[in-house]
């Protein structure tokens, strides 16, 4: 839900030209592939107009979000 939400802030903050940039840090397990990213995906891409498949790939495109795991150090999940 972070990672959306940076990326809404971010939306907005480029809409009213206010220059600031929104980043989250995420636990790694939340991702896509999950049925909660899931869902949160397929709200974001109702939102949005597109389908779920587009609105991921438009994420990792613009890249705002970190994850980590308690055994790694922190990755850029977005690339």
Known sequence: MQWFMAHSANTVSRERDLGIHFQGLVPCRLIPGTALGHQAAAA??????????????????????????????ILPLDV
Not at 47 to 71: C, P, T, W
Request: aromatic letters at 14%; glycine letters at 10%; zero cysteines.
């Open 44 to 73: 974001y891409a109702a939102i949005e107009g597109v389908s779920v498949d587009e609105l991921v790939v438009q994420r990792y495109v613009n890249g705002v979000a970190y994850g980590f795991r308690n055994d790694s150090d």
